[in-house]
């Protein structure tokens, strides 16, 4: 089975574009988290959606947004990019685990660079 | 904003030598979660615990969590060059995980 999967695996753009940035969970899975990761820092939440909703929103400015497909694939996007957007963009799916404790599996990342 | 404080920051070992990675906060977690990370590729979870005290074991990685579930370690007993890495614990909250600072661990032959 396929884990979770994003592309592309890397991005190239300058100050002031727009990024979009895409992810296919595990199958099955119906919830999709996103992450952003800079350079020798833990991942940091950015949304999680569900069911298409989002549930969760993380501390990240309104130039950032996301929604969620009827497949439960998921779509990040970026506009008015800033040269402090460079990061590793993580996507993880979810799994309800044993004890109602949730498990997400994340995908290889998209690396952005802004210039 | 919970905040996750991992140390060492950076460890550079040889093969065969044994380490420990600490993660401490001042807020308590219903549960803490392990993940390892290489070049490339998103976190591998490695382990959850859950009850205060909990000790796991993964082949030569132990794992506790503090009594008070404010804090936990990662011991790894004998290094191998392939447990380099960046470690990270994270903690589970609602909807979202909080992870540490990260710990990158270089083990050398």
Known sequence: ?115 | TQLLEQSPQFLSIQEGENLTVYCNSSSVFSSLQWYRQEPGEGPVLLVTVVTGGEVKKLKRLTFQFGDARKDSSLHITAAQPGDTGLYLCAATGFQKLVFGTGTRLLVSP
């Not at chain 1, 969760?56 to 497909?69: C, E, L, V």
């Open chain 1, 1 to 115: 089975d396929a884990g979770v999967t994003q592309s592309p695996t890397h991005l190239i753009k300058t100050r002031g574009q727009h990024v979009t940035l895409r992810c296919s969970p595990i199958s099955g899975h119906k919830s999709v988290s996103w992450y952003q990761q800079v350079l020798g820092q833990g991942p940091q939440f950015i949304f999680q959606y569900y069911e298409k909703e989002e549930r969760g929103r993380g501390n990240f400015p309104d130039r950032f947004s996301a929604r969620q497909f009827p497949n439960y694939s998921s779509e990040l996007n970026v506009n008015a990019l800033l040269l402090g957007d460079s990061a590793l963009y993580l996507c993880a799916s979810r799994s309800p685990g044993t004890g109602g404790i949730d498990e997400q599996f994340f995908g290889p990342g998209t690396r952005l660079t802004v210039l």
